[in-house]
Every structure is written in C-alpha cells, then in structure tokens.
C-alpha cells in the first residue's frame, strides 16, 4: 500500500515538474532571442512617465528636500499623506499583494473595486495610528492592535489560541536559527491565509459565519506556517546532521504521501526534546488541516504539498561545489516552490478559483523567488546554498552554457506582462515599481561601489536595457511599497522585542538575587528568645522562593525610570516585600484560605502554629513601616506622603481579603469580582509604581496613568491566578490548585467560564498597554510584565 501511495505521489511530481519545464523552456526562448530586451525598453517607455519628474532630474544638481527614512514609520505615513503621495503608495501596494498572494487579474472590475476599497479603509487605519500612538509600532504589529480586531471580528478565543502558539514556538526555535525571521514568516502566512478568507466572503455573509470562517482562517494559518519554521528552517540549518535531516524529511514525506502522521517513535539523532516539540506540534497542525477538507480538496492539497517538499528538497540538497548542474536542475525545482506555495496557501481554505488562476499563480512564482534569491545572494552565498544566483556568481565566467539568473528575472517580467497578463497597464506599473524598488533597496543595502561591481557582472548581456533600468533605479520616484516597510518594521519591532525581552529577564534576575540578600532580617545579642523566634518565622516565610514582583518593580520605576539613587530605595524595597509576604501569611492561615503550602514550601501555620503566623505577620508590618520611616535621603514631606498613601493601600488589601471572606458561596458579578481583585491585587501593584513616583515627585497626571495600568495589570494577574488555579501544576506554582473550588471562591473562572475568563485577561492586557502610551517616558519593562503576567506557568 506504501508503495501504492509513493507511485503516486512521484507521478504527481514528474507531472508538476514536465509543466514547470514547458514554462522554462518558453523563458529561455524568450532569453536567447532577446526579445523582452526589446518589449521591456517599450515599456519603460511608458512607465517612467509617471516615476521620473523633474524634481527627480534636479536632484541630482540641486539641493532637493528629501523624504524621511523610512525606518520612521510614523513620520514616513505623516510625509506621504502630506506630499499626496499615500493614496498611489497605497494602491499599488494593494494591486501588489492582490495579485502576488491572491493570485488575482488586476484588469478585472472586481479587483480594481476592491483594490480602491481596501486601500481607502487602509490609509484610514494607518493615519489613525499615526495620530493615535505615541510609540513607533504600527498598530496592526502590536499585540493589543491585533487583539482588538479579534474583538471586533467575534475570534478573540482563536486569537488567543495562536498568541499562546506563537509564545511556544519563538521559545522553542533553537540558537543559531534566526528567531525573528522565523516569526514573521509564520505570521506572515497567518495574514496571508487570513486575507484569502476575508476575499472569500462578501457583505451578505452574516456575522456569525463570518467570525467563524476567520477563526478557521487563523488556526488554518498558524498550522501552515508552522511548516516554515519547523520544516524549511530546521532542514535549512546546521541544527542536524545530514542523516538526521533524511530520517526528519522521510517522516514529513510519509506524512504528505499517505494523509497520515507517523509516529516518531525514538528518534535516534540529537535535539530529542525539541523534535519531539516540533513532531507533536506538526502533528496537531496536519490533523487540524486535514480535519477542515472536504475529500476533494485534500487530495488537491496533499498533491499540492507534496510537490512543494520534493521541490523544496531537491533545492536544498545541491551543493555549491557541483559545478555540473544542468539549468533545468537549477531553475525547475525554483519555478515549482515558488508555485506551489502559493497554491498550497489557497488549498488549504479550498478557495474558489477563477479562470486563469491556475497560470498567473504558477507563472508569477518564479518572479518573486528570483527578487528574493536577489536580495539574499550574499547570505546565501556565505552558507554555501545553491540559488540560481549563488550557482552563477560562482560558475558564470566559467561555463557558457549557464544561464544568467538576473537576465531572466527581466525574461520573466515581460513573460508576465504580455504573456500572462495580456499587457494590462495596471499590472505593468505595479510588476515594474517592484523590480525598480527591489534594486534600489538592493543600491542602498550594498552600497553604491559593491552595488556598481554586481551589476557589472550581471548585466554583461543586456547592457542597452540596463542603461535604462539603472536610470530608473537613479531617478525614479514613487516605487515603495506597504508590504516591505512593514516587513522591515516587523523585524525591527521583532528584534528590539526580544532584546527588550532578554533585559527584562536580566533584571529581574539581578534585583531579584539583591533583594533576596536585603531582606533577612537579622538579630542581635540580648534579645528576648520570643522576638528570636518572631524573626526566625518571618525569615522562614521570606526566604520561600517568591517571585519578588512588587519590590523588582518599584526598583526599576525608582532607579530605572526615575533616576533615584539605588541605596536610597531599598528601604523601600524591603517595605514592600515585607508588606506582601505578611499578606500571604493571613492569606494562608485556617481561618481564611486554611492553604497548605506556600512559595514551594509548607506555610507558617503549618510548621509553626496560627498564633505564632498572626504575630510573625503584624512584625513584618512594622518593619515594613520602619523601613519606610528610615528613609532620610529624601525631604521629610515626601517620606511622610509616602507612608500616609502607603497606610492607605494596607487598608484597601486588608478590605480586599475581608470582601474575598465574606463573598464565599457567594455568585458574584464581574464588577463585584473586579472591586475584590483590585483591593486584593491591584493595590499592591499600584503601590510598587506609585511610591516611587512619589518619592521622585512625578506630577499628578503621571501619577494617575500608574494607578490605572496597576488596575488593569493587576486584575490580568488576578486572572491568570485563577486560570492556573484550575489548570497549573504544583510544583511549578509552588502551591496547591483547586483551592478556589474547594474554598467556594467566585473567581473569574467560574463567573465566565475558561474561555470567557481568557478574553477578559486580554481585555486588561490591552487596557494597561493602552494606559501605559499615555506616560511621558516609555518604560519597556512594564510591557514585558505584562507579557508575563498573561505567558506565566507560576
């Protein structure tokens, strides 16, 4: 039966592969003859009369205000909109994505409507964003801007759901692989799947069906995605040995031969934990694929699939030191990739397809691989792959015969102007401000000396065309597009995201370790032996394995932010976790939550007994207010304010606990659950950002943006609590689970239910990052905690 299964898929590869011959064969023909040099100098001929004007010509003699970089994108978004210049930006760069990813005929009056609509609801969103945020990132690439839209859309539990995966995922890629390109090519998928869904559907689809075909869309486009990182990377990197990449390729094309994972069994090669990871993860992603097919689209795509690995494959095992390489080995598997991953991206929704879909996607995929293959050359070289332009860099003033890959790519752009798209004005302006824009981006990438020498050896046999061209790549205006300013802004959010990242959990290591070496509370000759013990039981309580949230933030808000002087604040930092830890002590105690275990060990009551808990619990009360009081580098007014709003908060949390007793058995309403989750809570985190503040004498404003994050912050960590209340693990939390069950606590699982109580998390989350644009100064330690506070497993 396996070989049954093996017949066919290889039948459909040398099918795939006899049609993507025929196509190159029509490419070389048109290279040989050189009759794109002749059809492409007509059409600059008419392009350039909308990109070269006069200002353009002046500027290279005159001083000319230039554009702003485009690495700002706000000011770039403000710039275009001023110049007038948005609206083409816009509408090429639509036209653009209509036709690469969706495989659409420009010329059609469908496409041109919705082309215009998109684009005008577009330069809507973005000049809200730019008027709106302070920050640089783009709404749509910040976690709160994509959650919102889930929102409006009615897939918040979907997005919730690829959210958490992605967190896996960028954990789990391993060093050595580039975390950040990793995400945003799955990302990029999730989009591009998600677009196909939303042009499937039109207004009369009703909300409901709507929401529900997205939620499809989305899941649907992490678990492709997935492929991209977890397949073409990993057998891309040095990750695996050679035999190790075979045994991982046989699994995946078993898998696309017979419809059905195999099982990993023991995977005799290095990486045990993270293949496992990734075998267990692709398998959940094929069966949610294979599950939402109808029969006749899945064998399209398993057909479609297997096509894309084989070629993929073929592709990837060249070696650079084979100087035998015929063009057909070279540029067929190119021309079958490229197809096939845009048609796998359709199948995979089985969407409906118009004529001639089918050969504008099949033609237009070798067009964008060779632009990419371009802009890549230099780092592909350096890894030693084989590329149509690695291949001829290394062996063209060698061989004759080997043809040239950047000549081509202009064979192909006239292909698909005449040929494919029947010489549509609208597609030629949009295919030739692509290849225009690919080479300047390229000039400025190398440099103008390496950029000159490139062209050199590339150009030798189209030198009257390239006169033309790299006038344009000089002059021409107007050839930006949406998807590469985003896609650079995306690596750079990415990038700096996980640098922030790597700083925050820095710090919170290192004032964590100093404030563990702060806080034991020492004794002294000739005390009494009871007070002995009352410092021995608070130092038990201090010493578990407590996150140290509320003193690591008051930290970072007092030295970091404020610029206070570190010695000044440990006073401070002590009073709070001093504060916290009493707190837990009530908390814990049998006539409140009667708790067992606590920061990984056996609470006090438990190795002591009540009374000697109540009593250790009011003593780290007054040391937390000594503390404070011994704060004499500061004027005394501001201590004095201090303690007075610090009093304030012991008696909102003491309200908090007493309202948390007393509502027991108890159904209680969402608002009633926030007041108890904010006295309980929220309070404390208030009081880690505000006391600082004060001490630095912030103004009111601030003052109160602080207090409103600390509610939301504070409610999302409340939640999260009762999330891993119903679900977390022991050891890891350190504590029991099921205590609100069997304490009979309302909590937000049991007022919303799991899914419910995971929308309102992500509500605060993106309620606290809203109220934290708002501050005078950013301060990117308080993202990632809240990036914490929902990602957490303790």
Known sequence: MNQLFNNRAEDGYAAAERKAAVYFAELRQQLESQQYAQGLKTDFGQWQKRHISLSSRLSRWLPVKQKPDMWDYHVYMQWLNMTGKMDGYLQRSVAYIYMRDLGRALHTPHTQTRVQEVATSLKKRLLTSTQTRTDHVPEFMSLDGVYRWAQREGVETAMIWVMDKLQQVTAH?????????????????????????????????????????????????????????????????????????????????????????????????????????????????????????????????????????????????????????????????????????????????????????????????????????????????????????????????????????????????????????????????????????????????????????????????????????????????????????????????????REQQVQFESTVRQVRKQINDELPIATREGILPMNELLISAANYSLEGSGKRLRPILAWVMGVQHYGLDAQAVLPLLRSLEYMHTASLIFDDLPSQDNAPSRRGRATLHEVHDSATAELSGLFLIQKSIREQASMTGFPAHTVLQLMDYSAQKAEELCTGQAMDLHSRGQALTLKQLNDICFHKTGAAFEASLVMPAILAQANQQEIQTLQQFAYHAGIAFQIKDDLLDLQGDTVQLGKPVGQDESNNNSTFVSILGEDGARREMWNHYCDALETLREMPKAVPFLKHLLDYIVHRDR
């Open 173 to 497: 890629i391993p060093e050595g692989m580039n975390a950040e390109q990793a995400q945003r090519k799955l990302i990029k998928i999730i989009v591009g799947v998600v677009l196909h869904a939303v042009e499937e559907m039109d207004d009369a689809v009703p909300q409901g069906e709507r929401s529900r075909r997205l939620d499809e869309a989305i899941r649907l486009g992490y678990s492709y995605g997935l492929t991209y990182p977890f397949i073409d990377d990993i057998l891309d990197s040095d990750l695996l040995t050679a035999g190790e990449k075979e045994q991982y390729s046989r699994l995946i094309r078993r898998a696309l031969v017979t419809g059905s994972v195999p099982r990993l069994g023991d995977w005799s090669g290095s990486q045990p934990d993270l293949i496992r990871y990734i075998h267990s993860e692709l398998r959940e992603a094929f069966e949610y694929i294979k599950g939402r097919q109808q029969p006749h689209v899945q064998s399209v795509f398993f057909e479609q699939a297997y096509v894309f690995f084989q070629a993929q494959d073929v592709d990837r095992t060249r070696n650079l030191a084979n100087a035998e390489y015929s063009n057909e080995e070279l540029y067929v598997p190119v021309i079958l990739k490229s197809a096939c991953s845009r048609l796998v991206a359709r199948s995979i929704i089985g969407a409906d397809e118009d004529e001639g879909f089918d050969q504008r996607t099949f033609c237009y995929g070798i067009y964008n691989q060779l632009a990419d293959d371009f802009a890549d050359m230099f780092d592909d070289l350096e890894r030693g792959a084989v590329t149509p332009y690695t291949y001829y860099v290394t062996y063209g003033q060698k061989r004759d015969d080997l043809m040239n890959p950047f000549e081509l790519y202009w064979a192909v752009i006239h292909y698909l102007i005449h040929d494919v798209y029947r010489s549509d004005e609208a597609t030629r302006e949009v295919i030739l401000d692509r290849a225009i824009n690919g080479l300047k981006r390229a000039h400025v990438r190398l440099g103008a000396a390496r950029y000159g020498e490139l062209m050199d050896l590339l150009t030798a046999g189209m030198p009257q065309l390239n006169i033309i061209i790299q006038r344009m790549v000089r002059d021409a205006e107007d050839v930006d597009f949406l998807d590469k300013l985003l896609r650079d802004q995306m690596l750079i959010h990415l990038r700096q995201d």
